[in-house]
Each structure stands twice: as C-alpha cells, then as structure tokens.
Nanobody, 121 residues
Framework: QVQLVDSGGGLVQAGGSLRLSCAAS????????MGWFRQAPGKEREFVAS????????SYADSVKGRFTISRNNAKNSVWLQMDSLKPEDTAVYYC??????????????WGQGTQVTVSS
C-alpha cells in the first residue's frame, strides 16, 4: 500500500511552466508504476502520463506529448511532472496515481489528493 501527496500546482500564464511533485508519505513508490491524471471542470478524469517502476519507459497522452515530461527518483520516493508550454486547456486538478499494473488502460489503485493547475490566457 502507498499513500501519495501531490503538490506544485498554481496559477500560470499561457506559455509558462510548472513542476508537479508527488511523494509517498506511506509506502514506497519503487514498487509501483506511477503516473498523472487530470480532471477539468465538467469533464471526466483523463490520463496524462505514466512511468514504469525503474523509469525505463513512459507513456503520454497525445494532448501533452512534447510539452510534459514525467520523471521519478525512487531513492527520493518521488515522482514529478514537468509541464512546459502550458495552455489554458491544461487547466485542471492534477492527480498522482500508482498501480502495480501498467497504465493507461486501467484505473490505478492509489491516488493523491490532487493539486490545482490554472493556466490563464
């Protein structure tokens, strides 16, 4: 079992950058594939990015490819999402997620509490 804490959200202008962090307050992230999802107002939660246990492979939603980068450091028990060239449509609550199975394609078992990202035009 793992308990995740998200942070790093905020208000940024279009074209700007933010770096989201996800740390495990209980358990260790090295046991899990990790990723990020987001949910905009009035929309369903959607997959953003994921990374394998040792960081050897990543997956991105088409809408963020080339702009967002997921990374992890198991020694620091943490995962990050670097978001560059942000657009107003990136505005959402972002959630860190973990599962022993690879995703996307399933609903992860563990979730952070979410962090708000707002991109102004």
């Amino acid at each position: 079992q793992v308990q995740l804490v998200d942070s790093g959200g905020g208000l940024v202008q279009a074209g700007g950058s933010l770096r989201l962090s996800c740390a495990a307050s209980i358990g260790t992230v090295s046991n899990y594939n990790m990723g990020w999802f987001r949910q905009a107002p009035g929309k369903e939660r959607e997959f953003v990015a994921s990374i394998t246990r040792r960081g050897g492979a990543t997956s991105y939603a088409d809408s963020v490819k080339g702009r967002f980068t997921i990374s992890r450091n198991n020694a620091k028990n943490s995962v990050w999402l670097q978001m560059d060239s942000l657009k107003p449509e990136d505005t959402a609550v972002y959630y860190c997620a973990a599962d022993s199975r690879w995703f996307p394609g399933l609903v992860p078992s563990y979730w952070g509490q979410g962090t708000q990202v707002t991109v102004s035009s």
